[in-house]
């Protein structure tokens, strides 16, 4: 069983910045690829950005340039940096992992964490 706990979660006024931060503990491998979702009300949950344990990343087109996703070495801990919020940007966001990139990147896997939600006003 994998455990996945977000944090930072909040209310921001357009413009302002957030800082959301993921632990995976219990049943995990090395080398895990880990991954933040969001899901707005009446949509359907889509990838913000991804991160392998090598440092590779994969961006959504709607955040590319405002969100930054980072972990830290040789931990299964994951951050997203997010600026220059929008109103559009409000959702729940979640937490993944998986030994595979791509199947983080495709939304193929089973671990979520609980979700974070995101508010941000205009």
């Known amino acids: 069983q994998v455990q996945l706990v977000e944090s930072g979660g909040g209310l921001v006024q357009a413009g302002g910045s957030l800082r959301l931060s993921c632990t995976a503990s219990g049943k995990i491998f090395s080398g895990n690829a880990m991954g933040w979702y969001r899901q707005a009300p009446g949509k359907l949950r889509e990838l913000v950005a991804a991160?392998?344990?090598?440092?590779?990343?994969k961006y959504a087109d709607f955040v590319k340039g405002r969100f930054t996703v980072s972990r830290d070495p040789g931990k299964n801990t994951v951050h997203l940096q997010m600026n220059s919020l929008k109103p559009e940007d409000t959702a729940v966001y979640y937490c993944?992992?998986?030994?595979?990139?791509?199947?983080?990147?495709?939304?193929?896997?089973?671990?979520w964490g609980q979700g974070t939600q995101v508010t941000v006003s205009s």
């Open positions: 991160i392998d344990s090598s440092g590779t990343t």
């Open positions: 993944t992992i998986d030994p595979r990139f791509y199947a983080v990147v495709n939304m193929m896997v089973s671990a």
